[in-house]
């Protein structure tokens, strides 16, 4: 079925002597978020409908070996998944009349403004994928991670303690009551990713890996108390008996942590996300089999243009999203 088509509400931008000095107000930017995200979500390449990949787990560790006695033989497994790609796409038309009489010369600019958005996918794909939140835009599922369970869970597929620890990568949290409960949180975080395990039950991570600092995804609302957490220098203390102008400085600022803040309107709950920087591989995957494409809709290729004078453009990609082992990843549920 054709989709029916919504041309550009242009009339206010016919008015005589109108100005387009402001015409920027809704200039969409990308690189910034593109840069944070980068922590959860690397891009591969891709030519297949469907990408399987696989990985090796961990090979067997060496062992004493007793005098008189055989040298131990251990085994090791390999694990797979898939990625499916999907059809992605936006357009947007209007009248030719529009068009020439425009008193901004702005409708045919921000008319192909739209294919910009495209620089905005792979954040809102990962934040879907994130929060576990239902997009009819988006994806039309949530994919599990190559272990079986979802992208946080307490357990793996098997129903085992995921990276070999109580809880997995899905830890209760405090509260956001207090910027010592959101700072105790993160150490919890923090020790998690040195106590998960690999199948052979030694550590998973190196401990340069998680010195390298992390980022932190929550809820733009609760900006004041993250800030007092982990930007704030000092913080005042409460206890009973203190000095009205005693203070402590920042525990991870001393240690000499580097954690950057990330607030979102994307994450509408008290719940937040720890991913460390030096992560490799990535928690998740957006795989593209092409850059974008512009197909133009003018009066020289179609008949809507011909005949109607309706003029436009059309962007199109195939991508696919998926998540890979979420072991550089934590999430504190509150």
Request: charged share 20%; with cysteine; proline share 7%.
């Amino acid at each position: 079925m054709p989709p029916v088509l919504l041309n550009v509400q242009a009339s206010d931008a016919l008015q005589r002597g109108v100005k387009n000095t402001f015409g920027h107000t809704w200039k969409r930017r990308y690189e910034l978020n593109d840069k944070r995200v980068g922590p959860l979500c690397e891009s591969v390449p891709s030519d297949k409908y469907k990408e399987m990949y696989v990985y090796p787990e961990t090979a067997p560790y060496v062992r004493r070996r007793p005098y008189g006695q055989p040298i131990t033989v251990g085994s090791f497994r390999f694990r797979s998944f898939d990625v499916e790609n999907l059809a992605w796409g936006i357009g947007v038309t209007y009248d030719e009349s529009d068009a020439l009489y425009d008193q901004t010369n702005l409708l045919v600019q921000q008319a192909r403004a739209a294919g910009v958005s495209f620089g905005g996918l792979k954040e809102r794909v990962a934040f879907q994928i994130l929060t576990g939140a239902t997009d009819a835009n988006l994806l039309p599922s949530l994919p599990n991670a190559p272990d079986g369970a979802a992208m946080f869970s307490a357990t793996d597929g098997a129903s085992a303690n995921r990276f070999g620890v109580s809880g997995g990568n899905l830890l209760p949290g405090s509260g956001i009551g207090s910027a010592a409960a959101l700072r105790s949180d993160l150490f919890n975080a923090l020790e998690l990713f040195h106590l998960f395990q690999d199948p052979e039950g030694q550590p998973a991570l190196d401990a340069g890996i998680i010195d390298q600092g992390v980022h932190i995804y929550f809820n733009a609302n609760n900006l004041e108390i993250f800030s007092e957490a982990f930007i704030q220098s000092r913080t005042a203390l409460a206890s009973a008996g203190a000095p009205s102008n005693a203070a402590v400085t920042n525990v991870f600022g001393d240690a000499g942590y580097k954690i950057i803040p990330w607030p979102t309107q994307r994450i509408t709950d008290d719940d937040w996300y720890v991913s460390l920087d030096g992560a490799d591989p990535k928690p998740l995957i957006e795989q593209i089999v092409a850059p974008v494409l512009e197909g133009p809709q003018l009066d020289s290729n179609s008949d809507l243009g011909r005949i109607s004078r309706q003029f436009g453009w059309y962007w199109a990609t195939y991508r696919g999203y998926g998540v890979n082992l979420p072991l550089f990843t934590v999430k504190i549920n509150n």
